[in-house]
């Protein structure tokens, strides 16, 4: 059962432009969503988060929005630079506190091409 | 910011072998630990939470006894696959989130991994 679902496998971009990766959510107990940015090889590395009282966080060019009736978050990037190919994943947890768990969608694959 | 160190960073060895992967959290005190698990163009998935001085929790359908998990320490987790075989190559990777910097919302900060190939 994925509770976190990535449907868009890979998405390929122009330079300059926005990058829109999506995320769908099955369990009405997440809480707290976070999109982690992941190249071959190595572990992820966290971008940017959001909780589920907010439906808008930025950070530079990075963006989380969150449609919690819709079960639904995205993340934009603007502009899109070709640094920025790597696999998205986004993951949710149900609670705060430094024991909570991470389900992970299955990742889309940014290619920003020049 | 909190960073998480992961050793080593690829192995191989033959079937039936034991490996250690050592995870440790180098800025800050980590009471618990989480290991995953990533085969090739998926996600990665939950193996189980190492709490410091106590059990593991594995998820289910993962082998405790297969995946020997042990912290000892608030900054060091390790994870041995026993009797390793080929099945059990995979991406390892570990993550920990840092208590310092409060109770709230806090992102898990990761490892960079390590592959294992069991020949």
């Known amino acids: 059962d994925q509770q976190v679902k990535q449907n868009s496998p890979s998405l390929s971009v122009q330079e300059g432009r926005i990058s829109i990766l999506n995320c769908d959510y099955t369990?009405?107990?997440?809480?707290?969503f976070l999109w982690y940015k992941k190249y071959p090889a190595e572990g992820p590395t966290f971008l940017i988060s959001?909780?589920?009282?907010?439906d808008k966080n930025e950070d530079g060019r990075f963006t989380v929005f969150l449609n919690k009736s819709a079960k639904h978050l995205s993340l934009h990037i603007v502009p899109s630079q070709p640094g920025d190919s790597a696999v998205y994943f986004c993951a949710a947890s149900p609670y705060t506190g430094t024991a909570s768990k991470l389900t992970f969608g299955t990742g889309t694959r940014l290619q920003v091409t020049l | 910011g909190a960073v998480v160190s992961q050793h080593p960073s690829w192995v191989i060895c033959k079937s039936g072998t034991s490996v250690k992967i050592e995870c440790r959290s180098l800025d800050f005190q980590a009471t618990t630990m989480f290991w995953y698990r990533q085969f090739p163009k998926q996600s990665l998935m939950l193996m189980a939470t190492s709490n410091e001085g106590s059990k593991a929790t594995y998820e289910q359908g993962v082998e405790k006894d297969k995946f020997l998990i042990n912290h000892a320490s608030l900054t060091l987790s390790t994870l041995t696959v026993t009797s390793a075989h080929p099945e059990d190559s995979s991406f390892y990777i570990c993550?920990?989130?840092?208590?310092?910097?409060?109770?709230?919302?806090?992102?898990?900060?990761f490892g960079d991994g390590t592959r294992l190939s069991i020949l």
């Open positions: 369990n009405s107990m997440f809480d707290y």
């Open positions: 993550s920990a989130r840092d208590p310092s910097k409060g109770a709230g919302n806090q992102p898990q900060h």
């Open positions: 959001i909780s589920s009282i907010k």
